[in-house]
């Protein structure tokens, strides 16, 4: 096949558009800058997203070039059919449940990413551990999407995939990099208005070719091959309800959905967004179907492909692009290509963003650089960029071990992720201590139920493990179970540490994490919270206190109250006011001085 000339040109003026659209957002961002900080300008764009700019982009993120293409995969594999395609109603009850129970805590109390509760509640170290897998997985997915654009160009334009993998990722780089979220949301409109017309129009000719077959009828009759709609068998069903919970609660701690969430300008818009954009990847998917089922349905003696047919051949996973380019005209085959790119961007400049501002803000300022200033957190995260979209790109031309790895990472942050996350959020004094031993439990688990991709065989054969052509196949939901014991054990162990050193069973020396300090409660009467110049102080104040670890004078009140967990805003000292007799405690502020917002903890002093 010679080389594809007018598709050639055509995908590169698409790419120059995306790229113009990317600076010229970048430009536009950089006006707004001087009204908040800069690193949270580039990663949650300021919090005062538009609500349709905001609505596209996290549509946009979902709606991958994995997306689009493992659609029409699953719906072709005799094996499989529509039956197993469980992303489109996966996301959209992922992003309900978001909707409903995630995402008014976090965006109600301004964190910047996701792993600012974790680090919060467990400490930078532990931050640090939990921050792995999404990271890997970050990677890994960018790297899946890039390997899928440069297969499909191998077949509609006949140049090597090298090349396409190599532009893309330069492009998504630029353009992420002088922007941040405001460059990809605005490209993200842009690729999802192209990936809907581009599919749709291609639909009509790829079912009218004359080598399709009516999908109607294929659909529960076998003419080519199996049926499409396909059928899960009984010793299946444990596998199949294991990938679909992972999809359902697997898509929720992903830094890629909250970016988009925590830069609406409101809760209530923050839920809107989530809960549309679960109905906007549900009907993005409509056209992946269809084309899935065209590809079942035709006789490919009668096209210039040929026989043996695709799955024979092994080309399955490039079913969408083999029937954009054999059963389509040529001028549409290359609108379809365009759709591809365009999915395949909109996803890869999310995960290279997620990526970036995870490290730079909470990794690189919260552990490395305590005292960064904004400016040198800013270059940290542009850094970041260059060399995870780097090392993305070059993971993709291993594919086939680039999706394995995609996919393990992924069931990595859904066994050791998500249950940290709920309990953070929704189970009130979990600790350290637990969140430590449920990643090492979680995570040994998952390593013993074995991986086939890497060659890893199962020590725990659960109920229904099986040997296929001489491969170990877990049927039984072990997923969702780790998940579940990951669960269990952070609770177990938080409250059973807390238990044996509240009463002294362990030394309170040995607690290494000061747990019981920071989950316990201070009672005092009143909380005055003053930003104070460094020699100003307060005459009516009994203590004017400090904001690292110090001593706070405290007793017996006219009217008692719990302070806990209380969130104040540009401290430089705090100042509180007390009443009756007076004994010593202690009060434990996790922030910075002077920083933009912090959190006091206290703990019970018995009174005399």
């Given at each position: 096949?010679?080389?594809?000339i007018?598709?050639?040109?055509?995908?590169?003026?698409f790419?120059?558009?995306?790229?113009?659209?990317?600076?010229?957002?970048?430009?536009?961002s950089?006006?707004?800058?001087?009204?908040?900080?800069?690193?949270?300008?580039?990663?949650?764009?300021?919090?005062?997203?538009?609500?349709?700019?905001?609505?596209?982009?996290?549509?946009?993120t979902?709606?991958?070039?994995?997306?689009?293409?493992?659609?029409?995969e699953?719906?072709?594999?005799?094996?499989?059919?529509?039956?197993?395609?469980?992303?489109?109603i996966g996301?959209?009850?992922?992003?309900?449940?978001?909707g409903?129970?995630?995402?008014?805590?976090?965006?109600?109390?301004?964190?910047?990413?996701?792993?600012?509760?974790?680090?919060?509640?467990?400490?930078?170290?532990?931050?640090?551990l939990?921050?792995?897998?999404?990271?890997?997985?970050?990677?890994?997915?960018?790297?899946?999407?890039?390997?899928?654009?440069?297969?499909?160009?191998?077949?509609?334009l006949?140049?090597g995939?090298?090349?396409?993998?190599?532009i893309s990722?330069?492009t998504?780089?630029?353009?992420t990099?002088?922007?941040?979220?405001?460059?990809?949301?605005?490209?993200?409109v842009?690729?999802?208005?192209?990936?809907?017309?581009s599919?749709?129009?291609?639909?009509?000719?790829?079912?009218?070719?004359?080598?399709?077959?009516?999908?109607?009828?294929?659909?529960?009759q076998?003419?080519?091959?199996?049926?499409?709609?396909?059928?899960?068998?009984?010793?299946?069903?444990?596998?199949?309800?294991?990938?679909?919970?992972?999809?359902?609660?697997?898509?929720?701690?992903?830094?890629?959905?909250?970016?988009?969430?925590?830069?609406?300008?409101?809760?209530?818009?923050?839920?809107?967004?989530?809960?549309?954009?679960?109905?906007?990847?549900?009907?993005m998917?409509?056209?992946?179907?269809?084309i899935?089922?065209?590809?079942?349905?035709t006789?490919?003696?009668?096209?210039?492909?040929?026989?043996?047919?695709?799955?024979?051949?092994?080309?399955?996973?490039?079913?969408?692009?083999?029937?954009?380019?054999y059963?389509?005209?040529?001028?549409?085959?290359?609108?379809?290509?365009?759709?591809?790119?365009?999915?395949?961007?909109?996803?890869?400049?999310?995960a290279?963003?997620?990526?970036?501002?995870?490290?730079?803000?909470n990794?690189?300022?919260?552990?490395?650089?305590?005292?960064?200033?904004?400016k040198?957190?800013?270059?940290?995260?542009r850094?970041?960029?260059?060399?995870?979209?780097?090392?993305?790109?070059?993971?993709?031309?291993y594919?086939?071990?680039?999706?394995?790895?995609?996919?393990?990472?992924?069931e990595?942050?859904y066994a050791?992720?998500?249950?940290?996350?709920c309990?953070?959020?929704?189970i009130?004094?979990t600790?350290?201590?637990?969140?430590?031993?449920g990643?090492?439990?979680g995570?040994?688990?998952r390593l013993?139920?074995?991986e086939?991709?890497?060659?890893?065989?199962?020590?725990?054969?659960?109920?229904g493990c099986?040997?296929?052509?001489?491969?170990y196949?877990?049927?039984?939901?072990?997923?969702?179970?780790?998940m579940?014991?990951?669960?269990?054990?952070?609770?177990?162990?938080?409250?059973?540490?807390?238990?044996?050193?509240?009463?002294?069973?362990?030394?309170?020396?040995?607690?290494?994490?000061?747990?019981?300090e920071?989950n316990?409660?201070?009672?005092?009467?009143?909380?005055?919270?003053?930003?104070?110049?460094?020699?100003?102080?307060?005459?009516?104040?009994?203590?004017?206190?400090?904001?690292?670890?110090?001593?706070?004078?405290?007793?017996?009140?006219?009217?008692?109250?719990?302070?806990?967990?209380s969130?104040?805003?540009?401290?430089?000292?705090?100042?509180?006011?007390?009443?009756?007799?007076?004994?010593?405690?202690?009060l434990?502020?996790q922030?910075?001085?002077?920083?933009?917002?912090g959190?006091?903890?206290?703990?019970?002093?018995?009174?005399?």
């Amino acid at each position: 096949m010679a080389l594809n000339i007018p598709g050639l040109v055509a995908l590169i003026v698409f790419y120059a558009m995306t790229f113009a659209i990317g600076i010229w957002a970048s430009w536009k961002s950089k006006r707004d800058w001087k009204k908040g900080k800069p690193s949270e300008m580039i990663i949650v764009g300021g919090r005062n997203m538009n609500f349709f700019i905001g609505l596209f982009t996290a549509t946009a993120t979902w709606v991958g070039g994995v997306y689009i293409n493992g659609t029409a995969e699953t719906v072709y594999l005799p094996t499989r059919g529509l039956v197993w395609v469980q992303a489109p109603i996966g996301f959209v009850l992922s992003l309900v449940i978001g909707g409903l129970f995630f995402v008014n805590p976090m965006r109600s109390k301004n964190y910047v990413t996701m792993m600012d509760p974790l680090q919060e509640t467990y400490g930078n170290m532990i931050g640090s551990l939990l921050f792995i897998p999404p990271l890997i997985g970050d990677i890994f997915w960018f790297a899946a999407i890039l390997a899928s654009l440069g297969a499909t160009m191998r077949v509609i334009l006949d140049i090597g995939g090298y090349l396409a993998i190599i532009i893309s990722a330069c492009t998504v780089i630029l353009y992420t990099l002088l922007g941040g979220l405001y460059s990809v949301a605005y490209t993200d409109v842009i690729q999802l208005i192209f990936i809907m017309l581009s599919l749709w129009i291609c639909v009509p000719f790829a079912l009218l070719n004359s080598a399709t077959e009516n999908i109607y009828h294929t659909a529960a009759q076998e003419s080519y091959q199996a049926p499409w709609i396909g059928q899960v068998q009984t010793e299946y069903l444990g596998r199949w309800l294991d990938d679909f919970l992972y999809l359902v609660l697997g898509s929720i701690p992903w830094q890629i959905y909250f970016q988009r969430v925590l830069s609406a300008s409101s809760p209530r818009q923050a839920r809107l967004i989530s809960y549309l954009s679960g109905l906007g990847s549900f009907l993005m998917a409509i056209p992946s179907v269809l084309i899935g089922a065209v590809a079942a349905s035709t006789d490919w003696n009668q096209t210039s492909y040929g026989l043996p047919t695709p799955v024979e051949r092994g080309e399955s996973a490039m079913i969408l692009p083999l029937v954009l380019h054999y059963l389509c005209p040529t001028y549409i085959s290359i609108g379809g290509l365009g759709a591809i790119a365009a999915a395949v961007m909109s996803s890869a400049d999310s995960a290279l963003l997620s990526a970036s501002s995870m490290f730079a803000h909470n990794i690189y300022r919260k552990i490395f650089r305590k005292q960064a200033t904004e400016k040198e957190v800013v270059c940290i995260m542009r850094v970041s960029m260059v060399v995870f979209g780097t090392a993305a790109a070059g993971l993709a031309f291993y594919s086939h071990s680039v999706y394995d790895l995609w996919f393990l990472s992924g069931e990595l942050v859904y066994a050791l992720l998500f249950p940290q996350l709920c309990c953070v959020l929704f189970i009130s004094n979990t600790n350290t201590y637990g969140s430590a031993a449920g990643f090492l439990f979680g995570f040994l688990l998952r390593l013993l139920a074995g991986e086939p991709s890497l060659k890893i065989p199962p020590v725990i054969h659960y109920p229904g493990c099986s040997l296929v052509d001489g491969v170990y196949i877990q049927l039984f939901p072990f997923k969702t179970v780790t998940m579940l014991l990951t669960l269990g054990t952070i609770v177990t162990v938080s409250y059973l540490v807390a238990f044996l050193f509240k009463r002294n069973i362990l030394p309170r020396r040995w607690d290494v994490c000061s747990v019981i300090e920071e989950n316990s409660d201070l009672y005092l009467d009143q909380l005055f919270v003053y930003r104070f110049s460094e020699h100003q102080s307060d005459k009516d104040s009994s203590t004017l206190l400090r904001a690292y670890q110090i001593q706070v004078h405290f007793g017996q009140f006219q009217s008692q109250r719990t302070f806990k967990n209380s969130k104040f805003h540009d401290f430089s000292y705090l100042n509180l006011k007390f009443h009756g007799v007076v004994i010593i405690g202690v009060l434990n502020q996790q922030g910075v001085m002077g920083g933009s917002q912090g959190y006091c903890r206290g703990f019970e002093v018995p009174l005399p």
